[in-house]
């Protein structure tokens, strides 16, 4: 592995630039970093002196940094050093300009205001770990999407992230010799999506789920001829019902989402044409 030091600096919280830099990364497995994070610098001359602790490790420096007063002390110490340095974002906001033929505000910070959209996540939080693993089922009718499916196919953490989207999303569990809510039952205009895993992955994650919690005994819980009955009777129920599925069995958190938004907003030209 070759150990680098990497040098995270922003005007705001660093956030977009960390999900940059792991993004990046990834892709160089050979790559063992330590990142030092310098965040919300709003003056050129908090820049300045910052610039003698990074002295201390030098490395790669990638920087968002909107105001081009504090990026200007930055690149000169960056040059001065030898510091191999990326701007972020400033090609795009460069190129956004000349298309848009308008001039940036060069204000950090200004994507984390707190403005309709920013409460509108937070109410979709709540309202996510408030309806979650089917806890309140008395007003399904106010969620932008509703996850229907078996133990263990990722509904919570994925409602998490629909939330963090601004989505209000509830999550109903299928379990065995029990009907579903017949809340859900009468909710004919709302989105829901089945999600669906595969037999063998199910009891896999099951199991160490049972050893997480110390829980030697086989129960038909991990059983995978129960399981495997299951999920064909989950699917069943998706089709009876004509919810789209989604197998989440290949697919991260971050994927299964996308894909149910892309169903989300099919559905929604659907039904408004």
Known sequence: MKNIHLHLVSDSTG????????????????????????????????????????????????????????????????????????SVLHGIIRELGRHLNEKPTERPGLQHQMDDEYFERIDAMQYTLAHDDGQIAENLADADIILVGVSRTSKTPTCIYLANRGYKAANIPIVPGCPIPAELDQCKDKFVVGLVNSVDRLVQIRRNRLLSLKESKTTDYIDEELVKEEVKEARRLFSKMGWPTVDVTRRSIEETSVAIINLKNKYHEEKTS
């Open 15 to 86: 956030d977009t630039l960390e999900q940059v830099a792991k993004a990046s990364l990834v892709q160089f497995p050979g790559i063992s970093p330590t990142k030092h994070y310098w965040p919300m610098i709003r003056t050129a001359r908090h820049m300045e002196r910052l610039i003698a602790e990074m002295e201390e490790n030098p490395g790669i420096v990638m920087f968002t940094l909107v105001n081009l007063d504090i990026e200007k002390v930055l690149i000169d110490a960056c040059k001065k050093h030898k510091w191999p340095y990326i």
